[in-house]
C-alpha cells in the first residue's frame, strides 16, 4: 500500500515520488511529468497546482526525469542476451567491455538491462522507452534479425545497431564487421596450404549472419575453380551439432579441412577429429570465427576470425553522438574488416 501524503511520517519512508506528487496535486502521473518537462502542455491551474505540490513535498526530480526535455541522462541503454548453453562465444563480453570504455571516453556510461523474455522485441526496452531512463540504445540481437530495432524504430527511439538491418527499408544507423570477407580470408589461407576440399558448417539459413559468412567460403572456392557440392551443413550453433555435422561430413565428403561459423561450431569439429585419432592442422584443418578464449587456449590453439569489437565500439559510440546531435544520416552503416588470427589448427 502507497504511503498517505497529507500523512506525517512515522519514520524513514524515503524520498518523495512522482506518485505522491500526483496524489498530493489530484492529477495523474503523466500530469506531473508533462509539469515537469513540457509545462506549456497544461492548463495554467494545473501547473500551479502540481508546482505547489512538488514544493510542498520537497520533491526532486532524478537525472533521467530532469533531462528528459534535452535528452541529456549521458546514459546507452543495451539489452544482455542470455547465455546459451553449449557455446563457446563470448563476443557479447568483448563487445560490453569495448562499448563501457568507449563511452566513458565519449562522456557516457552504459546501462545493461535484461527482458524478461528475450522473444518479445519490447521486454526491457519499454519501461526505459517510457520513463527515459536513457538516451538512446545499441542493440545486438542481429542474430535474429533485430525485432528490437524495429521495436525501437516503431516506438522512435534513438539507437545505433552492431550488425546490419539486412533489409533495405531499415533507416536505423549501424555498425557492422564484413562477415563474409572474414571467410574468404580463412578459406583463402586455406587454399594457399594445399588444402582443395574445403568444408562449411554454419547456421540455419534463416541467420542472415550465417549466409552472409558462408558467402564469403563459396565465392572463395569457385573463384578458384572448386566445387562446393556435398561440402555444407547448416545447423544450430552448439558443439553437439557442430561435433555431429563434422562426422557426417568426413564420412561422406572426406574433407581435409572445414571452415566453421562460430569457434563454437570448430569446437564440435576439433571434438570430432580427436574421438577418430585425426590431428588439426596435421591431419585436417579447422578454421572459426570470433577468436574466443576458447580459440586461443586450446592445445595448439583455434586459427579463427577475429571481429575487431574495440572499433566497433568506437564506431557505434560515435555515431550515437552524432545521431543524438542531430548529425546522423538515416540508413548509413559502417563496415568493418575482420582479420584472421592464424594458430596450431590450421
Given at each position: 500500500m502507497g504511503r498517505d501524503p497529507h500523512r506525517a511520517a512515522d519514520g524513514p519512508t524515503g524520498p518523495p515520488t512522482l506518485a505522491d506528487v500526483a496524489a498530493l496535486a489530484g492529477v495523474s502521473r503523466q500530469t506531473v511529468s508533462n509539469a515537469l518537462n513540457n509545462p506549456a502542455l497544461l492548463r495554467a491551474d494545473t501547473l500551479e497546482r502540481v508546482?505547489?505540490?512538488v514544493d510542498t513535498l520537497g520533491y526532486t526530480p532524478n537525472r533521467a526525469a530532469r533531462n528528459l526535455r534535452t535528452k541529456a541522462?549521458?546514459?546507452?541503454?543495451?539489452?544482455?542476451?542470455?547465455?546459451?548453453?553449449?557455446?563457446?562465444?563470448?563476443?557479447?563480453?568483448?563487445?560490453?567491455?569495448s562499448l563501457v570504455q568507449a563511452s566513458r571516453e565519449a562522456g557516457y556510461h552504459v546501462l545493461l538491462f535484461d527482458g524478461d523474455d528475450p522473444s518479445d522485441p519490447a521486454s526491457g526496452y519499454d519501461e526505459l522507452v517510457r520513463s527515459t531512463a536513457v538516451d538512446a540504445f545499441v542493440v545486438t540481437d542481429t542474430f535474429k534479425g533485430n525485432p528490437?530495432?524495429?521495436?525501437?524504430?516503431?516506438?522512435?527511439?534513438?539507437?545505433?545497431a552492431f550488425g546490419r538491418p539486412w533489409t533495405p527499408a531499415a533507416l536505423h544507423p549501424w555498425v557492422d564487421v564484413d562477415g563474409a570477407a572474414g571467410t574468404a580470408e580463412a578459406t583463402a589461407h586455406l587454399l594457399a596450404r594445399g588444402h582443395r576440399k574445403v568444408a562449411w558448417i554454419g547456421w540455419r539459413k534463416e541467420s542472415p549472419i550465417g549466409e552472409d559468412r558462408r558467402a564469403g567460403w563459396s565465392r572463395t572456392l569457385r573463384g578458384h575453380g572448386l566445387s562446393t557440392t556435398g561440402?555444407?551443413?547448416?545447423?544450430?550453433?552448439?558443439?553437439?551439432?557442430?561435433h555431429e555435422a563434422a562426422g557426417v561430413l568426413l564420412d561422406e565428403a572426406a574433407p581435409t579441412a572445414f571452415v566453421c561459423a562460430s569457434d563454437t561450431l570448430a569446437t564440435g569439429v576439433l571434438r570430432q577429429l580427436h574421438e577418430r585419432r585425426l590431428v588439426a592442422g596435421r591431419d585436417v584443418a579447422v578454421v572459426g570465427f570470433d577468436d574466443s578464449?576458447?580459440?586461443?587456449?586450446?592445445?595448439?590453439?583455434?586459427?579463427?576470425?577475429r571481429q575487431p569489437l574495440e572499433e566497433v565500439a568506437v564506431q557505434v559510440v560515435d555515431r550515437l553522438g552524432k545521431l543524438l546531435g542531430h548529425r546522423e544520416t538515416f540508413g548509413s552503416g559502417t563496415l568493418l574488416a575482420p582479420h584472421l588470427v592464424v594458430r596450431g589448427s590450421s
Open positions: 508546482r505547489d505540490a541522462s549521458r546514459l546507452i541503454g543495451l539489452r544482455l542476451t542470455p547465455f546459451a548453453e553449449e557455446t563457446a562465444n563470448a563476443t557479447v563480453d568483448r563487445f560490453v567491455h528490437q530495432a524495429s521495436y525501437l524504430e516503431d516506438s522512435r527511439v534513438p539507437f545505433v561440402l555444407a551443413s547448416r545447423v544450430e550453433d552448439t558443439v553437439r551439432s557442430g578464449p576458447v580459440a586461443q587456449l586450446l592445445p595448439g590453439g583455434l586459427t579463427s576470425v
